[in-house]
């Protein structure tokens, strides 16, 4: 979210369980999805249907594949973390 806040006019997502949404929040996401609960490629193509240009993923994990089909034409997938 920090990196984020760096880009003007920039809208950020951020997937995480209930309990974390008022601290992303507090640190500037606009939108928190609870990941548990909801399906976050579809909560996020109802905000942005075009997709996004950048999804920043630190979990690595198999659900990480999901991500590509939210990437707008020549959009990136930054892995970082574990």
């Known amino acids: 979210i920090q990196l984020c806040q760096t880009v003007k006019d920039v809208t950020v997502f951020g997937t995480a369980s209930a309990s974390k949404h008022a601290t992303i929040k507090a640190m500037g996401c606009q939108h928190p999805i609870d990941y548990h609960t909801q ?25 990480s594949v999901r991500g590509y089909d939210l990437l707008k034409p020549l959009g990136r997938i930054i892995y970082f973390g574990q």
Not at 39 to 53: M, N
């Open 39 to 63: 399906d976050y490629v579809a909560e996020i193509r109802k905000i942005s249907p075009a997709g996004v240009d950048i999804i920043m993923d630190p979990l690595n994990g198999e659900d």
